[in-house]
């Protein structure tokens, strides 16, 4: 399987990271390596002093497709879930300044933590869907589906131009504004509407 992960897709959060609106999905990938499941624990990299959370929607495909139409994708997922896209900033910033490609600043062991997903059926519409992240207990990102740039319509779309889609591969679809920086000891939640689907401590 593969981890296929959206930058760029909140205008609130292009704004706090100082980024231009893009015209086209921001796109790259993650390897399964970075996943971190059923709420065990996320090791601080040493290569990093500022790894920031990022709290995303997670879109499950469901199905084989290649080329497919935006009118269409809707039926190449059938389950959405929360993860966190953990970005050593600092090594990021580094990369872009250079030119060079970021995925050792997005992709590292551990850098996608996966929470339980729900099935599409629970969402009246999942162009409205509220999502957030706790920190210690405190609201430090809070999104809706509403306000993304590119829909996950959108976004299967426009993936599934370059890359085949495949049962299980996952889409990290963008984080709203918010994003910060974790410490060991850090404790985060994150939710989708009342759901409690993520759990993780930082060590
Ligand atoms: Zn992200």
Redesign the pocket.
Known sequence: MKII???R?YREHVKELKNTVPSEPVIFLMPETALIKKNQPFFYPDFSNNVHY?V?LVLKINKLGKNIAEKFAHRYYDEIGIGI?F?ARDLQNDLIQKGLPWEKS?GFDGAAPLGKFLNKDTFPNVQDINFTLEKNGELVQSGNSKDMIFSFDAIIAHVSKFFTLKIGDLI?T??PAGVGPVKIGDELIAKIEEHELLKLHVR
Do not use: C, V
């Open positions: 992960a959206i930058g897709n990022e995303e896209d970005t997005k990290f963008g984080t």
